[in-house]
């Protein structure tokens, strides 16, 4: 019940984004118009689509398993897996997964959820970038004219001169371009295959609390006491050898000037009294 009330929040909100950037578009595709047709490069909204979700599952990595293949099997990828064994009666196992999944099938994988245990949270977010499309499209396309047309120039080239100057600004622009193209490339990837987080969790996973009692108090501090104590043991021998070393030049220095002062503070010897004419 949970996830299909974030679900249909989700479906709201979207529509309401694409409402909006439709109108946004409308008024970007009459100025493409005027500008040389690019109207229909807005046609299709280019949005970006992440989610997020919390799982209680009563065995992880068993989910953990079931999620991949069923993100495998509607086309989407896994790109991380992490499980965790459990570590003591209050922390259970657990697994984290980030996944891709093709955009046009992200509903019905978060449906999916329901089957495999309690969807605890769920959340949505999009992001609208039409116009970074666009524009690395239109700079894109520029670019490329412009690498054409030096490479023409330089087969043309009359002069040494000539040549290494379109090389130079030749390579100029194909580096550009290729940077351009692995932006334009990465939103594509972006656009095609939502990024789903998903963290599964045994049941029953209690935070760790207090003690209980003075017992259990003081069992709490006895163990604080030999922590701390064995964390000093460490740092100790961690700093015992630049303390020695740092004892060696302190003693360098200290013991002749300690013998300079007790030298100058000695009395300067008397001259002995001058004989009665």
Known sequence: MTLALVLVAGCGGTSSDESSSTADGGGAGAVADEGGGQGDAVDERQVITTASASLVVDDP?????????????????????TEYAATGDDEGSSADLVVRV??????DV???????????????????VTGQTVDLDARISALQTSVARLQALMDEAGSVEALLAAEG?????????????SQRGFLADQVELSTLRLHLQQPGVAPP?????????????????VSAGGAA?????????WL??????????????????????????????????
């Open 169 to 181: 600004a030749l390579s100029g622009r194909q580096e550009q371009l290729e940077s351009l193209q």
């Open 244 to 277: 020695v070393v740092v004892a060696v030049i302190a003693a360098a220095v200290l013991v002749p000037l300690r013998r300079a002062r007790h030298r100058s503070a000695l009395p300067a010897p008397t001259a002995p009294p001058a004989a009665e004419a």
């Open 110 to 128: 978060l449906a999916d959820l329901e089957d495999l245990g309690e969807v605890a949270s769920v959340s949505v977010s999009r992001s609208d």
């Open 61 to 81: 990595a068993d989910a953990a398993q079931e999620v991949s293949e069923q993100v495998e099997s509607a086309g989407g990828r896994v790109d991380e897996r």
């Open 233 to 241: 043991v460490v740092v100790l021998g961690v700093l015992l050898p």
């Open 209 to 225: 609390g207090g003690p209980d009692g003075f017992v259990d108090a003081l069992g709490t501090g006895w163990k604080s006491l």
């Open 102 to 107: 093709p955009s046009d099938a992200l509903t």
